[in-house]
Structure formats: structure tokens, C-alpha cells
């Protein structure tokens, strides 16, 4: 992992309340707040099902030269039809576009070393480039962090101590319980978007990770509050989506679709996914 450097005293920055019950953690393919969840993105003309679909396109493009066909096969032009010529979306796969593009990495032999570089230079660039497309196009991503309120967001992930915290929920909410024992009250991370390898420093220890997409939803979370966010219309992408496939896919948050990420009937639970208040 990284080395922290503190943040300068003068620099922007966003103070957060440390108590074991001001933190949301989330985790998994069915909370808005990770890339792993879908919802079509568009990015450079082009469409993918998920921010980490774009994600992970790119990471092998950087460290492997090429792009596996497993990968690309459902990306989408403007106008929704599959540039593989294919139609729908992706059959049922057995593996997610993280797990593919590690067996493409490794099939390359690029070392891990390498690959945890690239995660916090070009892979953050990618990282915050797949998640300021999402803020500004799903409306239920931008209501959900409105209703987080102030509360720390924190990736609650045990395999990811760079983008996550390194742990689960309960040793996040311990490591903040220790916080408040010792005396610490509040946490300071940078308010400068986007993070650069530089400023990547500066995010401090979440329990046992720096937590980077925690601290990058926070960033975002402010800018919308500022109403520094451009706002993007993608009814014209959801027609184009539901013409290519003759459904209504549930990934879909515009009206016509409802939120698009009912789950149970409760459209809070939907918004959160599997994020879980302290």
C-alpha cells in the first residue's frame, strides 16, 4: 500500500465526524455506490454496463496491450447497438469483469506490483472518470448520496486495502470506536477533485485500507452539493438501449423505468444497495 503524506493544513479539505455510528459501509454488485454496480455509462461516445466494466477494459489495455473480446463484447456506441454487431446485453456469465481481466493480466505475467501501480496512477484516472459519468447520469447514485447526509462513506471490502478499507463493516466500525477512545474526533481527506497520484496520498487509514473510493463519493458528494456536478440527460442513451434489446432493462433509472433498482418495493434500499448505516 501506498505511503500517507498529511494533508497540508492550508489545503481544501472535507472534515469528517469520527463515531462508530456516522459511517455507511457498502460493499458489493447491489449497492449504487460501487462500480461493480450496473448501469449503463457513457463515456467517450461509448456505452458500458457498468463503471467498472469501463474500468476494467482499461486496466488491460494499459498493462496487457490488448483488450480481451470476453471484455468488449457488450460495449455499445451512442446510438446503443453492440459494436460487436451482437444484440442484447451480455449472456450470463460466470465471472465479472474484475475476475476476466485478472486472468487476462495473468496470462500476460504482468506482475502484481505493476498492477497495484497502475491502480492509483492511470487506474485512478480511470476510477474517477468512470464515477464522475455515473454521478452526473444516475439520478438514484446522486439521491443517494444526498441522503448519506455526512455521514463517512467506506468501502467495507476485505480483499482491497487501496480502494477499500481493507475490512468488514465490524472492524470498521471497531477501528472507529478506537478513533473515539484515543481522542480523535474528526478526519481530515482532500476536497480536490480529481485525486492525482499526488493527492492519492494524502487520503488517510480507514480502519485497515485508505478507502480512496470512499474519500472519492465524498469529493463528489460535495460537489453536488455546490452544484458543481454537470447534470447529464440519458433518456436519449435509455431509448436507444431499449430499441437495441425490445425490454426495459432494470439498470435503467430514468422515469419510464421507474428507479430502475427496486428491490423488494423499497426504493431507499434500492438507492443504498448493499451500503448498511452504522
Same mark, same amino acid.
Given at each position: 500500500?501506498?505511503?500517507?503524506? !498529511?494533508?497540508?493544513?492550508?489545503? !481544501?479539505?472535507?472534515? +469528517?465526524? %469520527?463515531?462508530?455510528? $456516522?459511517? %455507511?459501509?457498502?460493499?458489493?454488485?447491489?449497492?449504487?455506490?460501487?462500480?461493480?454496480?450496473?448501469? !449503463?455509462?457513457?463515456?467517450?461516445?461509448?456505452?458500458?454496463?457498468?463503471?467498472?466494466?469501463?474500468? *476494467?477494459?482499461?486496466?488491460?489495455?494499459? @498493462?496487457?496491450?490488448?483488450?480481451?473480446?470476453?471484455?468488449?463484447?457488450?460495449?455499445?456506441?451512442?446510438?446503443?447497438?453492440?459494436?460487436?454487431?451482437?444484440?442484447?446485453?451480455?449472456?450470463?456469465?460466470?465471472?465479472?469483469?474484475?475476475?476476466?481481466?485478472?486472468?487476462?493480466?495473468?496470462?500476460?505475467?504482468?506482475?502484481?506490483?505493476?498492477?497495484?501501480?497502475?491502480?492509483?496512477?492511470?487506474?485512478?484516472?480511470?476510477?474517477?472518470?468512470?464515477? %464522475?459519468?455515473?454521478?452526473?447520469?444516475?439520478?438514484?447514485?446522486? *439521491?443517494? @448520496?444526498?441522503?448519506?447526509?455526512?455521514?463517512?462513506?467506506?468501502?467495507?471490502?476485505?480483499?482491497?486495502?487501496?480502494?477499500?478499507?481493507?475490512?468488514?463493516?465490524?472492524?470498521?466500525?471497531?477501528w472507529c470506536e478506537s478513533m473515539k477512545a484515543n481522542g480523535a474526533t474528526t478526519i481530515r481527506i482532500p476536497a480536490k477533485f480529481p485525486l492525482t497520484s499526488e493527492t492519492v496520498l494524502n487520503c488517510p487509514n480507514f480502519a485497515q485500507g485508505r478507502n480512496v473510493l470512499g474519500v472519492i463519493l465524498m469529493q463528489l458528494r460535495e460537489? +453536488?452539493?455546490?452544484? $458543481?456536478?454537470?447534470?447529464?440527460? +440519458?433518456?436519449?442513451?435509455?431509448?436507444?438501449?431499449?430499441?437495441?434489446?425490445?425490454?426495459?432493462?432494470?439498470?435503467?433509472?430514468?422515469?419510464?423505468?421507474?428507479?430502475?433498482?427496486a428491490i423488494g418495493g423499497g426504493s431507499i434500499q434500492a438507492k443504498i444497495g448493499g451500503g448498511t448505516k452504522a
Amino acid at each position: 500500500m501506498f505511503q500517507f503524506v !498529511p494533508l497540508p493544513e492550508d489545503a !481544501p479539505a472535507i472534515t +469528517l465526524t %469520527i463515531d462508530p455510528d $456516522n459511517f %455507511i459501509s457498502f460493499h458489493g454488485f447491489s449497492s449504487v455506490f460501487t462500480t461493480q454496480h450496473t448501469f !449503463p455509462v457513457l463515456i467517450d461516445g461509448r456505452i458500458y454496463e457498468s463503471g467498472d466494466h469501463y474500468y *476494467q477494459i482499461q486496466k488491460v489495455r494499459d @498493462l496487457c496491450g490488448t483488450v480481451s473480446d470476453k471484455l468488449t463484447e457488450t460495449v455499445r456506441d451512442e446510438s446503443g447497438r453492440r459494436l460487436d454487431g451482437k444484440v442484447g446485453f451480455s449472456e450470463q456469465r460466470n465471472k465479472s469483469f474484475s475476475q476476466i481481466a485478472k486472468e487476462v493480466i495473468r496470462l500476460n505475467n504482468v506482475d502484481k506490483k505493476k498492477v497495484d501501480e497502475w491502480r492509483y496512477t492511470k487506474g485512478l484516472e480511470a476510477m474517477q472518470k468512470a464515477l %464522475i459519468a455515473k454521478v452526473s447520469q444516475s439520478m438514484v447514485l446522486r *439521491q443517494a @448520496l444526498a441522503e448519506s447526509g455526512k455521514n463517512i462513506l467506506v468501502h467495507a471490502f476485505p480483499g482491497d486495502s487501496i480502494y477499500g478499507a481493507g475490512c468488514k463493516k465490524a472492524q470498521v466500525k471497531k477501528w472507529c470506536e478506537s478513533m473515539k477512545a484515543n481522542g480523535a474526533t474528526t478526519i481530515r481527506i482532500p476536497a480536490k477533485f480529481p485525486l492525482t497520484s499526488e493527492t492519492v496520498l494524502n487520503c488517510p487509514n480507514f480502519a485497515q485500507g485508505r478507502n480512496v473510493l470512499g474519500v472519492i463519493l465524498m469529493q463528489l458528494r460535495e460537489m +453536488l452539493r455546490e452544484n $458543481n456536478v454537470p447534470i447529464v440527460d +440519458l433518456s436519449s442513451v435509455f431509448d436507444a438501449l431499449r430499441g437495441s434489446t425490445a425490454v426495459c432493462d432494470a439498470s435503467m433509472d430514468d422515469q419510464d423505468c421507474g428507479d430502475g433498482f427496486a428491490i423488494g418495493g423499497g426504493s431507499i434500499q434500492a438507492k443504498i444497495g448493499g451500503g448498511t448505516k452504522a
